[in-house]
């Protein structure tokens, strides 16, 4: 439910670097237009099924980068990537979102749901925890209030 619109092209012709360098620009931007995350809900969790699969992502949208993925793909590729490409982009978003991610892929057979429930529970907990909370005034954090 972002309004995000990529245009990339790999100048050396290696899909890795396009991967790498596409996912690392969409964790920058999207992190730039967090701001401050003045007045956000902060917090979420969402468990996607996709037929046979199941991913779940727990996420905290403070300015403190951490992640954890476990995508569970076993096959060497799905859908022409490869299975490095497909977990590094996965990794250069989440490190430059500066936020914690949990992202875990809890079972299923087929990749291709694997890494789609996947993307999937990352929107939807990123939707709510980015989401406008009337309640919430300023910054969702203790820090400095203690």
Known sequence: MMDLKVNAK???KI???LIEDT?????LAIDKALGTR??????????????????ETSIDLV?????????????????????????HFFQSL???????????VKY???????VEAAIKSLAVAFREASSYDKKQK???STKGSM
Request: include cysteine.
């Open 23 to 27: 996912a690392i620009t969409m964790g």
């Open 94 to 104: 989440l490190q430059n979102l500066n936020i914690c991610v949990h992202l875990t």
């Open 38 to 55: 003045s007045g956000i809900t902060r917090f979420s969790y969402a468990s996607v099924p996709m037929d046979e699969s199941l991913a």
């Open 138 to 140: 300023g910054i969702p």
């Open 10 to 12: 790999s100048n050396d």
């Open 108 to 114: 299923g057979d087929n990749d291709h749901h694997k």
């Open 63 to 87: 300015k403190r980068p951490f992640w954890k993925l476990v995508l569970s793909v076993k096959r060497n590729t799905i859908e022409g990537i490869s299975k490095e490409d497909l977990e």
């Open 15 to 17: 899909e890795h670097h």
